[in-house]
Nanobody
């Protein structure tokens, strides 16, 4: 069984910074693409950023230049450094990871529980 555990969410003023972390644990053979998604009230879940196993990245246009996604493969952890935060960034942020649990298994997409990020003065 695979579990994704997030941390780092909270309340921050506009222009401030937060760093989200997400650690995967359990039966893991290989981790492929990892990413962060967010969902604001009344809106659908959207991609924020993702990073491949080769560390290629892509970002939603709304966070380009402000957010940075990274990963530490030794710790099975993905990070999201969020700078210059805006009220529009307020949402529940979800960690996602595509994981193979054994050599004979398929790649499955796993999700974290979500962590609240609130940007307000």
């Amino acid at each position: 069984q695979v579990q994704l555990v997030e941390s780092g969410g909270g309340l921050v003023q506009p222009g401030g910074s937060l760093r989200l972390s997400c650690a995967a644990s359990g039966s893991i053979f290989s981790i492929y693409t990892m990413g962060w998604y967010r969902q604001a009230p009344g809106k659908q879940r959207e991609l924020v950023a993702r990073i491949t196993s080769g560390r290629n990245t892509n970002y939603d246009d709304s966070v380009l230049g402000r957010f940075t996604i990274s990963r530490d493969n030794a710790k099975n952890t993905v990070y999201l450094q969020m700078n210059s935060l805006k009220p529009e960034d307020t949402a529940v942020y979800y960690c996602n990871a595509n994981i193979r649990t054994s050599v004979s298994s398929i790649i499955y997409s796993y999700w974290g529980q979500g962590t609240q990020v609130t940007v307000s003065s």
